[in-house]
């Protein structure tokens, strides 16, 4: 499968949208709390499918 989607041409669109986004402050404020967090202590977080599996067991 792997294989197949290596032969699938992929375009990088979103930069050929050339789109700016706007963000507020806070929001701002928040990626670079966030930022130093992670400089600080270098945890990069844990994989999507732990985090999933963590999910469904609360369902």
Not at 6 to 15: F, M, V
């Amino acid at each position: 499968m792997i294989a197949n989607l290596r032969s699938i041409p992929i375009t990088d669109s979103i930069a050929d949208d050339q789109v700016t986004w706007s963000i507020t402050d806070g929001q701002r404020d928040e990626l670079n709390r966030r930022l130093d967090a992670y400089t600080a202590d270098k945890i990069k977080g844990r994989e999507a499918a732990e985090v999933i599996a963590d999910i469904r067991k609360r369902l």
